[in-house]
């Protein structure tokens, strides 16, 4: 299994809804990125899991909160948006944090809408 | 922190030809430097990368470029085909220092006209 597998592939949700994304990847990759694109734009880091463990957080607001329950896993859960947040969330992963080396395999990413 | 620059924005070639995209570094402990392929409705994809410690790769039709004097690497693709439309996207890092990321240039829209 050579990829990274992200759902929903499409959310819409309303500025008081509670929801999450998920991520899955069965590499072996110890580095588990969140990444936020906007159209037309580069993606922009929000958040790093190295080993399980949170290791940098681009000071993204506290509506959106980062989880890694196990080393293939990755969620985002997110509370409160904003209209301004819809984009399109990306995660990555990696063999190590350090090790950018292997590259990074990205998913396909969730749309996200606020509406 | 690292900052990269991408251009040009936007390319459009006749199938066939070659595409330059090009881009700067500012950060010289940079020394990997990838270049993704994303299509519509579809995350980066990996296409080709280079290290800091070779000048020029080349895979099939794809080649990228690395000068570390200027701070610049380029991506070429030789003999473009329609199936080459997609955002392209440079982006620097440093294997050393442990704890960086992706810096990602800002793109180019690359269109083959068939």
């Known amino acids: 299994d050579t990829e990274v597998t992200q759902t929903p592939k499409h959310l819409v949700m309303g500025m008081t809804n509670k929801k999450s994304l998920k991520c899955e990847q069965h590499m072996g990759h110890r580095a588990m990125y969140w990444y936020k694109q906007k159209a037309k734009k580069p993606p922009e880091l929000m958040f790093v899991y190295s080993y399980e463990k949170l290791s940098i957080n681009e000071s993204v607001p506290s509506r959106f909160s980062p989880e890694c329950p196990n080393s293939s896993l990755l969620n985002l859960h997110l509370h409160a948006l904003q209209p301004e947040d819809s984009a399109l969330y990306l995660c990555a992963s990696s063999q190590a944090e350090s090790s950018a080396r292997y590259g990074y395999t990205f998913g396909s990413g969730t749309r996200l809408t606020v509406v | 922190g690292e900052n990269v620059e991408q251009h040009p924005s936007t390319l459009s070639v006749q199938e066939g030809d070659s595409a330059v995209i090009k881009c700067t570094y500012s950060d010289s402990a940079s020394n990997y430097f990838p270049w993704y392929k994303q299509e519509l409705g579809k995350g980066p994809q990996l296409i080709i990368d280079i290290r800091s410690n070779v000048g020029e790769k080349k895979d099939q039709r794809i080649a990228v470029t690395l000068n570390k004097t200027a701070k610049h690497f380029s991506l070429h693709i030789t003999e473009t085909q329609p199936e080459d439309s997609a955002v392209y996207f440079c982006?620097?890092?440093?294997?050393?220092?442990?704890?960086?990321?992706?810096?990602f240039g800002s793109g180019t829209r690359l269109q083959v006209q068939p």
């Open positions: 982006a620097a890092t440093s294997e050393d220092t442990g704890r960086r990321a992706l810096t």
